[in-house]
Structure formats: structure tokens, C-alpha cells
């Protein structure tokens, strides 16, 4: 049975901050509009692109949000 990614803190043998840490990386350098940082942390993060996806722990928390919402007004 596979893994649900979206109560785990792997996304198979690797962990979400590791993911999250190159991610950061790719936001810091395009900050400081260094386009050789930028192609390095992207080359990283190109690897997790198939973690994202709408059922992302954020999508989730948003997704329950509106589901309370919509029961409160009935």
C-alpha cells in the first residue's frame, strides 16, 4: 500500500524540511537576483517537483477550512 504523503514527514526515504530547505535556498538566491546561485538551487529542487501537488499539507488545512465554513452556514 503507498505511503500518504500527506501525514508524513517523508516524501519516500526523504524528509519535507529537506525539500522545504532547498526550496528556501532557490527563493534566497533569487532574492539577491544571483542567476548562478539560482540555476544551482533550481537544479536541486527540479528532484522534488513531484512532491507538490495539491494535496499539500497547506492545500489541506485550506480545503478543511472551507469545509467548516460551508457546514457552519446550514
Same mark, same amino acid.
Given at each position: 500500500?503507498?505511503?500518504?504523503?500527506?501525514?508524513?514527514?517523508?516524501?519516500?526515504?526523504? $524528509?519535507?524540511?529537506?525539500?522545504?530547505?532547498?526550496?528556501?535556498?532557490?527563493?534566497?538566491?533569487i532574492?539577491?537576483?544571483?542567476?548562478?546561485?539560482? /540555476?544551482?538551487?533550481? /537544479?536541486?529542487? /527540479?528532484?522534488w517537483?513531484e512532491?507538490?501537488?495539491?494535496?499539500?499539507?497547506?492545500?489541506?488545512?485550506?480545503?478543511?477550512?472551507? $469545509? $467548516?465554513?460551508?457546514?457552519?452556514?446550514?
Amino acid at each position: 500500500m503507498p505511503e500518504d504523503h500527506t501525514t508524513s514527514h517523508r516524501f519516500g526515504k526523504v $524528509r519535507y524540511a529537506t525539500i522545504r530547505r532547498d526550496f528556501q535556498r532557490l527563493r534566497v538566491a533569487i532574492r539577491a537576483h544571483d542567476s548562478f546561485a539560482t /540555476e544551482e538551487a533550481w /537544479e536541486k529542487c /527540479e528532484r522534488w517537483l513531484e512532491a507538490i501537488s495539491p494535496a499539500a499539507l497547506r492545500a489541506l488545512d485550506a480545503e478543511e477550512k472551507d $469545509r $467548516r465554513t460551508r457546514n457552519a452556514a446550514y
